[in-house]
């Protein structure tokens, strides 16, 4: 039962990062990402672009 319960905690951490992260873009590009349709650019995707962008400034 432990381990569900570590598993469902460390779950919650990772959406909330995400979260963060979705509102991070939003304030430095002015850019909805929470509300795209699972066709068009993921979110892990967007990240990574936003990572990648920061490494080059």
Do not use: C, P, Q, W
Request: aromatic share 6%; no cysteine.
């Amino acid at each position: 039962m432990l381990i569900f319960s570590v598993i469902k905690e460390v779950e919650r951490i990772g959406d909330l990062m995400t979260n963060i992260t979705e509102e991070i873009i939003f304030l430095r590009e002015a850019e909805v990402v929470k509300h795209r349709k699972k066709n068009s650019e993921t979110k892990k995707g967007r990240v990574e672009k936003y990572r990648s962008s920061e490494v080059r400034r």
